[in-house]
C-alpha cells in the first residue's frame, strides 16, 4: 500500500544549516518571517510548523557563540500568534520538562490548542545541565540519569491535567506531588500532540511510550530504515501499533533547475555555512581546546585532542556526538591527508552534506522513496534561508508530490491529529 | 480643556466563549475601535476556568494594530526568565503594544498546583515582586538595541560586547541571563501591578506613587466623575464591565469634552502612555 507523506516545517535555527549572510535573509526575530514560513507550509498543506528552544545562549571558550544566529522568540507566544494568521497548519511548540512545571505547561498548551481550533504540538524535551539552569529558579538540580524520568512524569501529569479538564485533580510520583483544580476546558484535541527528538536508547524508550511521532537525524535510506525498525519495533510492549508513532527525520535540502545545477548550488551553499571561522570553532568542539591560532585554510591542527568531559562548548547539544574525540581526530586526519583538505574544507566535507539535493522531480522521488521504503514516514524540512526558505521546495516539490497521490492536496479535518492520522 | 486622559479596559468572556479565540479578538477589536489606550486580561494559577492570559494576548495581537495588550502573569509561582521572553515575545508580536500586570498568589490551594513552595504573607511576596520586575527588566536590557551585526567580514551575527549577563542575585532566586530574545520593540514593555514595582499602578489613591495611577472603576462610572478624578492626579482608569458601554457611550463623551483621543497618535502602548523609550541599563 502507497504510504502518504507527512511533512513539517522547521523554522531556521540557531546554528550554523541558517545562512544569516545571504542576501535573501530576513529577520530572526520579526514576527513577519514567521508569518511567511508559516503561511508557505500552509499553502503547501504541510502538517506542521515547528520551533525549537534553547534556554540559554550559546557558550565557547567562555564566551558567546557569536558566528551563529543568536536569538529566539518564546515558544507558546510565537505558536498563539500564528494560530491568528493559519487556519488548518500545526502548531509544535518545543517545551522543556526540566525548567517547567507541568501545572503551568498543561495550561499553556491546553490554551494554546483551543485558540488554534486543535492544532497544537509539544516537542517535548529534557535537559539537565547547571549551564542553562543558572537562568532558573531551581538551578541545575537535575541528575543527567533523572531527566528521562522526570519528563515521563511531567508528560503523564500533564495528560491527567488535560484529561481533567475544569475539575480536581491528585497527582503523586517520584517527581511530582501536586492537587487542587484545573481551569482549562477539555481541548479540541483533549490531548496536544506529542514529539520527541531523543536519539538516545532512553529517548527512544521514551517515544515509544509516550510520543505521536519522533524527530531524527537519520535522513539516509540505511539509517533511516535501521532506526525506523527499531522504534516501531518498541511499539508493541506498550500495546502501540506501528502507524501510532511517525518517524520524521529532519531535513535539509537544496533545489536546482536540473540536479547537477542543484549540486553547484548546494555547494556554494555549504560554503556559506562553513565560514574559516566557523571551522575553527568546530574543530575546537572536538579538540575540546583553543585552536583559534589555526589558519581555517591550512592544514589540521597538529594537537591532540583533550580527552574527558568536554568543557569548550556550552549549551550545545551536538558536542556529545563524537563519543571519542581522539578516534574522530584520527579519521579526519586521514581523509584530510587522503583528499588533501585544508580545515575548512575538511568540515565542509564531514558536517555540511544536505540530505536532499537536486530537480524537483528529483528530489519528489528521493522523499517518495525514502518513505516508501521504510525508511521515515515524512520529513522535517529545515530551509537554511529565512523566512523565503520554503518557497521554492513548495512551489515545486510539493505539486510533483501530489501528483504521485502521496502527499495531501487538501486538509482533510480540522485538527493535527487528523493530518497526521493518529488519535 | 483639561489634559487627557487615559482609559484601558479589563476584558471578561464567559461561558464556553471564554475558550474561543473569536470572542476574544471581538473584544479587542471593540477596544480598539474605542482607541483605548490598553486592555487588560485576567489570569491566575488558581484554577478558575479560564485560558492562558499571554497566550490570548499573543493570538489577538496580529488581528489589531494600536490598542496594547496586558495580560496578568503570576509572579509567585513562575520563572522570571520565561516571563520576559513572553512579554518581549508579545512586544515582537504586537509591534510594540505589550505590557504586563504582575501579581502574586498568596493562597496555599495555589501552591498545591506547584508542589515547590511554601508561601509566605502577602507584603513578602510583592518584595518577591519588586525583584521579579527588576528582572525583567534587566533581561529585556540583556541585548542592547545594535547588537545583532550581521558582520559578513569576521563571519559574526552579533556583537556579544552588547550582550549582557544580568547576574540578579536576591532573596528568592538568580538568573543569569542573557535573554534568549533579542530586546523588544519598546525597550520595556509596561509593568503595570496595584503596588508600585512598574511604569503603572492600579489603586484608588492618586497619591499611590509617582508613576501613573489608574483608578479600577466600574464601566457605568459617569465622564464627570472621571474627569473629577483625573483632576485630582488619576492618570487613567481601568474599567470593569459592558465594553460596549465603554466604547460607544463613555468614550464619544470623553472625546466631545475634549479629555481623550478621537484617534491614536502613536502606535506603541508607551506611545499612548507618553512614556519614553527608557534608554538601556547596559549600553
Given at each position: 500500500m502507497t504510504k502518504q507523506i507527512h511533512l513539517a516545517a522547521h523554522f531556521p535555527g540557531v546554528n550554523n544549516t541558517t545562512v544569516w549572510s545571504d542576501p535573501q535573509a530576513g529577520s530572526h526575530i520579526e514576527f513577519d518571517s514567521f508569518v511567511h514560513l508559516a503561511q508557505t507550509a500552509e499553502r503547501a498543506k504541510f502538517d506542521f510548523f515547528f520551533l525549537a528552544e534553547g534556554l540559554r545562549l550559546r557558550e565557547q571558550g567562555g564566551k558567546i557563540y557569536d558566528l551563529d544566529v543568536v536569538g529566539r522568540p518564546d515558544t507558546f507566544t510565537v505558536l498563539a500568534a500564528l494560530a491568528a494568521v493559519t487556519t488548518r497548519l500545526g502548531l509544535a511548540g518545543t517545551i522543556n520538562s526540566t525548567f517547567n512545571e507541568p501545572y503551568e505547561v498543561a495550561r499553556q498548551f491546553a490554551s494554546l490548542d483551543h485558540l488554534s481550533d486543535g492544532r497544537a504540538a509539544w516537542n517535548v524535551v529534557t535537559s539537565w545541565d547547571a549551564f542553562t539552569g543558572e537562568n532558573f529558579r531551581r538551578g541545575g538540580f537535575l541528575a543527567q540519569e533523572d531527566r528521562y524520568t522526570r519528563a515521563e512524569s511531567f508528560l503523564r501529569t500533564a495528560w491527567k491535567l488535560f484529561d481533567t479538564g475544569v475539575g480536581p485533580f491528585e497527582h503523586r510520583d517520584q517527581h511530582f506531588d501536586i492537587g487542587g483544580t484545573f481551569g482549562v476546558p477539555r481541548s479540541p484535541q483533549g490531548r496536544p500532540v506529542i514529539l520527541q527528538a531523543g536519539d538516545s536508547e532512553e529517548g527512544r524508550e521514551f517515544a515509544a511510550a509516550t510520543a505521536d511521532a519522533i524527530f531524527s537525524r537519520h535522513g539516509t535510506l540505511e539509517a533511516g530504515q535501521k532506526f525506523y525498525r527499531d522504534v516501531k519495533g518498541r511499539l508493541a510492549k506498550y500495546g502501540r501499533t506501528p502507524d501510532q508513532l511517525k518517524v520524521l527525520p529532519a531535513a535539509t535540502f537544496v533545489l536546482g533547475d536540473t540536479d547537477a545545477d542543484a549540486q553547484e548550488r548546494a555547494a556554494v551553499v555549504r560554503r556559506q555555512q562553513v565560514s574559516g571561522a566557523t571551522a575553527i570553532r568546530f574543530l575546537e568542539q572536538v579538540w575540546n581546546r583553543d585552536l583559534s591560532g589555526y589558519d581555517p585554510n591550512g592544514p589540521l591542527p597538529d594537537v591532540e585532542p583533550v580527552t574527558g568531559e568536554n568543557t569548550i562548548a556550552q549549551g550545545r547539544a551536538s558536542v556529545r556526538m563524537f563519543k571519542d574525540p581522539a578516534q574522530t581526530v584520527r579519521e579526519w586526519r586521514e581523509r584530510a591527508a587522503a583528499k588533501n583538505l585544508s580545515i575548512r574544507d575538511l568540515v565542509i566535507d564531514v558536517s555540511a552534506r544536505q540530505t536532499f539535493i537536486g530537480s524537483a522531480d528529483s528530489v519528489a522521488t528521493q522523499i517518495d522513496d525514502l518513505v516508501q521504503q521504510d525508511a521515515a514516514d515524512g520529513f522535517i524540512l529545515v530551509p537554511h534561508v529565512t523566512p523565503g526558505g520554503l518557497d521554492e521546495f513548495a512551489d515545486t516539490v510539493v505539486p510533483l508530490l501530489q501528483e504521485r497521490g502521496v502527499f495531501r492536496s487538501e486538509y482533510s479535518g480540522p485538527t493535527l491529529r487528523d493530518h497526521l492520522g493518529i488519535r | 480643556m483639561g489634559t487627557r486622559l487615559h482609559l484601558a479596559a479589563a476584558l471578561h468572556a464567559t461561558g464556553e466563549e471564554a475558550f474561543t479565540a473569536r470572542r476574544w479578538a471581538e473584544l479587542v477589536r471593540e477596544a480598539e475601535l474605542g482607541t483605548l489606550d490598553f486592555v487588560t486580561f485576567g489570569d491566575s494559577l488558581g484554577g478558575r476556568p479560564g485560558l492562558d492570559a499571554v497566550l490570548t494576548a499573543a493570538r489577538v495581537a496580529p488581528l489589531t494594530t494600536h490598542v496594547g495588550l496586558v495580560p496578568t502573569a503570576v509572579v509567585?509561582?513562575?520563572e522570571p526568565f520565561h516571563l520576559s521572553k513572553a512579554i518581549a515575545t508579545l512586544d515582537h508580536v504586537g509591534r510594540g503594544r505589550a505590557g504586563v500586570e504582575l501579581t502574586v498568589a498568596p493562597d496555599a490551594a495555589d501552591a498545591r498546583h506547584f508542589g515547590r513552595r511554601t508561601v509566605g504573607p502577602e507584603p513578602e511576596l510583592w518584595e518577591e515582586a519588586r525583584d521579579y520586575a527588576e528582572v525583567l527588566r534587566r533581561l529585556w536590557d540583556s541585548w542592547e538595541d545594535d547588537a545583532e551585526i550581521r558582520d559578513e567580514a569576521t563571519g559574526r551575527f552579533v556583537d556579544r560586547e552588547k550582550l549582557h549577563y544580568i547576574d540578579f542575585e536576591g532573596r528568592w532566586f538568580k538568573v543569569r541571563g542573557p535573554?534568549?530574545?533579542?530586546?523588544?520593540p519598546q525597550g520595556h514593555p509596561l509593568i503595570a501591578a496595584t503596588e508600585p514595582l512598574g511604569d503603572v499602578v492600579f489603586s484608588d489613591d492618586a497619591s499611590a506613587s509617582d508613576r501613573l495611577v489608574f483608578r479600577d472603576v466600574d464601566a457605568t462610572t459617569s465622564a464627570d466623575q472621571l474627569i473629577a478624578w483625573h483632576e485630582q492626579g488619576f492618570a487613567g482608569f481601568r474599567l470593569h464591565g459592558d465594553l460596549r458601554r465603554i466604547t460607544r457611550e463613555l468614550v464619544p463623551e470623553l472625546r466631545e469634552r475634549g479629555v481623550f483621543r478621537t484617534e491614536y497618535e502613536h502606535t506603541t502602548l508607551r506611545g499612548h502612555l507618553g512614556l519614553a523609550r527608557p534608554a538601556n541599563q547596559f549600553a
Open positions: - | 509567585t509561582h513562575t535573554s534568549i530574545t533579542p530586546r523588544p
